[in-house]
């Protein structure tokens, strides 16, 4: 697990600590995911969840990764983690291509990424990624926010 949860970088540009829970998939597994992270006074600030194949995935960013993780093993779940970077881009139609786009012409490969959208009366939101070489990302994309 790493030594910090939260390295901010280039301005807008942030490491942060990615948690990733893979569990068989029932009614309710994500009332109890979220539930472990809520008792523990954590704050989410963007997650992806799915199920496939019988198995229900979840992708979080907390406020406190390393106590996340420590409820979640408490809770009886599997944690990994992944180190990304949150990118605070405008809000426009085109953003997405713009990033993905410059990272693609440096030959960085994209393992995954999502977003979340702006708050209400703010023009930012955040861009999740994870790539091949996070540092060269990080230099590239900090030319674009």
Do not use: W
């Not at 901010?8 to 569990?23: A, D, F, R």
């Not at 955040?126 to 060269?136: H, L, P, Q, S, V």
């Amino acid at each position: 697990m790493p030594q910090k949860d939260r390295e901010v970088l280039m301005g807008k540009i942030t490491k942060e600590t990615q948690l990733n829970i893979i569990v068989p998939n029932d009614i309710g597994v994500g009332a109890r995911v979220f539930g472990a992270i809520a008792q523990s006074g954590i704050y989410i600030k963007a997650f992806c969840a799915y199920g496939m194949k019988k198995q229900a995935h979840f992708i979080l960013l907390t406020d406190k990764p390393t106590q996340a993780v420590k409820a979640l093993i408490s809770a009886g779940y599997p944690v990994t983690t992944d180190e990304v970077l949150a990118v605070q881009v405008s809000d426009r139609v085109g953003k997405a291509n713009e990033l993905t786009e410059q990272l693609s012409k440096a030959g960085i490969d994209i393992e995954f990424c999502y977003a979340t959208g702006a708050d209400a009366g703010s023009t930012e939101a955040t861009a999740i990624f994870k790539t091949n070489d996070n540092e060269r990302a990080m230099k590239i994309l900090s030319k674009l926010v």
